[in-house]
């Protein structure tokens, strides 16, 4: 019922920028935590940023000062604005959202996106 969908993905050269969006719907009361992950081939699915509902966010060591998350509540969406891109930022981009389904229990639930490809050429 709750569907996420991703787009955003390509191939781009180094020090060039794509911005990733992941939108969501369905049954959905509130979305708590918002976050993108990646995964390179052989590699385990790394952590890149999150965003909180309050707009409090925390981003890997790796893309500090070059990649931004951000969110519209009202679209139900999360971005992820990826500037100065570099060949080891090739990976497979996946959306990860918390979210609360039901206006009388408060527990939650994480779903994943399908994931967009990422491709830095040098």
């Known amino acids: 019922q709750v569907q996420l969908v991703e787009s955003g993905g390509g191939l781009v050269q180094a020090g060039g920028s794509l911005r990733l969006s992941c939108g969501v719907s369905?049954?959905?009361?509130?979305?708590?935590?918002m976050a993108w992950y990646r995964q390179a081939p052989g590699n385990h699915r790394d952590l890149v940023a999150t965003?909180?509902?309050?707009?409090?966010?925390n981003y890997a060591d790796s893309v500090k000062g070059r990649f931004t998350i951000s969110r519209d509540n009202a679209k139900n969406t999360v971005y992820l604005q990826m500037n100065s891109l570099k060949p080891e930022d090739t990976a497979v981009y996946y959306c990860?959202?918390?979210?609360?389904?039901?206006?009388?229990?408060?527990?939650?639930?994480?779903?994943w996106g399908q994931g967009t490809q990422v491709t830095v050429s040098s």
């Open positions: 990860n959202l918390e979210i609360r389904i039901s206006r009388t229990f408060s527990g939650t639930k994480n779903y």
């Open positions: 369905g049954n959905i009361f509130t979305i708590n935590d």
């Open positions: 965003i909180s509902r309050g707009g409090s966010t």
